[in-house]
């Protein structure tokens, strides 16, 4: 088992930077995949980034590409959204989540990942 639990979220001008961190505990010696996800409101929980137990490969959604960063410290068992020229659009609620074997498209999809944190809010004002 693994806990997982997100901060950094908030309220931030269109424009603005926000950090998101993830910080896991339990079973963390398992070398997870992690991935961010976001859900508007009456939506299903859509993909943001994702990245490899090694940090070596990431996957990002297009509507992100260039503005988030995803990255992660394996010693602190964190791992972190940086998120730059938000927009109203990313309005949501954040999770953070943890796979112990992903691969190809699964990287991509919520119910191939295993444990979920509880979500931050993160509100970006126009």
């Known amino acids: 088992q693994v806990q997982l639990v997100e901060s950094g979220g908030g309220l931030v001008q269109a424009g603005g930077s926000l950090t998101l961190s993830c910080a896991a505990s339990?079973?963390?010696?398992?070398?997870?995949?992690m991935g961010w996800f976001r859900q508007f409101p009456g939506t299903g929980r859509e993909f943001v980034a994702a990245?490899?137990?090694?940090?070596?490969?990431?996957y990002y959604a297009d509507s992100v590409k260039g503005r988030f960063t995803i990255s992660r410290d394996n010693a602190k068992n964190t791992v972190y959204l940086q998120m730059n020229n938000l927009a109203p659009e990313d309005t949501a609620v954040y999770y953070c989540?943890?796979?112990?074997?992903?691969?190809?498209?699964?990287?991509?999809?919520?119910?191939?990942?295993?444990?979920w944190g509880q979500g931050t809010q993160v509100t970006v004002s126009s």
């Open positions: 989540a943890a796979a112990e074997a992903l691969y190809g498209s699964s990287w991509y999809v919520s119910y191939e990942y295993d444990y």
């Open positions: 990245i490899s137990w090694s940090a070596v490969s990431t």
């Open positions: 339990g079973r963390t010696e398992i070398g997870y995949g």
